[in-house]
């Protein structure tokens, strides 16, 4: 978004409280020079899913030309691929229980759903932003069988539960900046519909997390193994247990419209991190 998303753009007078100058910039725009920056924070880059391999390079490029790079590049890169849920389950993190396929050798989905013990379940490419390919199949429907072949043959897929859990209670996204906590949001899907992204109809309102939600967040956060300028950790409770679902250190919303501290909080982060 070239302009930013009316959201992002709220951290502008944020930095100019601090005396930095923030400015928009689109990272496959070939006549930027990233190096008249003093810093590069990604924001609402929510196109490079469709262009990976660019946007890695973009990375590296910076990275090698020594550019600041928020959040570091290497994290970015891992980030990108939802896979990255299996190193943090490796390190103790409870998630919600994924299935990665990858071409070509996939199976059905009825045998995928059987072997997993699962009914009806989300299906969403391995690579993905905001929902996109994102879609909820069940078991011995014909036509969800032939969509999931078709995605499948293309790209790598992982396949989840369909969790009651959201339609009901919602999912939570807990936001943090240099690491710090600052506010929660609880996502709820409009009727009839399970994806919670406000551009399907879904509902973000603040909430009050509890100490032991933020705890579980933090922790997800942590394992991650690298220091995060913005980060947010999206999940649901599973029998009384956080189960994280994404940890999204790439190209997140951060609802700072909906904290008014957010964006002070958000501000301060990158003061910090240019010594300011």
């Known amino acids: 978004m070239p302009d930013l998303a009316p959201d992002d753009r709220l951290l502008l007078p944020a930095l100019a409280a ?15 020079d ?6 590069v924070v990604v924001r609402s880059c929510w196109d490079y899913h469709h262009k990976l391999a660019p946007f890695e390079e973009w990375t590296l490029r910076l990275e090698a030309d020594g550019v600041p790079l928020w959040n570091p590049a290497a994290l970015l890169r891992w980030n990108a691929r939802k896979t990255y849920l299996l190193d943090l389950a490796a390190r103790g993190v409870p998630i919600v229980p994924t299935r990665f396929l990858h071409p070509p050798e996939v199976p059905a989905l009825d045998a995928v759903l059987e072997d997993a013990g699962w009914v009806e379940a989300v299906v969403k490419p391995v ?84 100490e032991a939600l933020v705890a579980s967040a ?40 909906l904290e008014p501290r957010a964006p002070a909080r958000f501000a301060a982060a990158i003061a910090r991190r240019l010594g300011r």
Request: glycine fraction near 12%; proline fraction near 6%.
């Open 218 to 257: 933090a922790a997800a956060l942590a394992a991650a193994g690298s220091p995060t300028v913005y980060a947010r950790v999206d999940g649901c409770m599973l029998d009384g247990v956080f189960h994280l679902m994404e940890l999204e250190l790439l190209e997140p919303g951060l609802f700072l419209a």
């Open 127 to 210: 690579v993905s932003a905001s929902a996109h390919e994102t879609w909820r199949a069940g078991r011995g429907r014909v036509p969800d069988a032939a969509r999931f072949a078709r995605l499948a043959a293309r790209m790598p897929v992982m396949v989840q539960p369909f969790l009651r859990e959201v339609e009901r209670e919602g999912e939570w996204s807990l936001c943090f900046f240099d690491g710090r906590f600052s506010h929660a949001v609880l996502k709820r899907p409009r009727p009839g519909d399970f994806r919670v992204q406000t551009d399907h109809g879904g509902v973000a309102q603040g909430a009050e997390a509890s």
């Open 34 to 39: 990233w190096g008249r920056f003093g810093a």
């Open 18 to 32: 601090h005396g930095i100058e923030g400015a928009a910039a689109v990272w496959d725009d070939p006549a930027e």
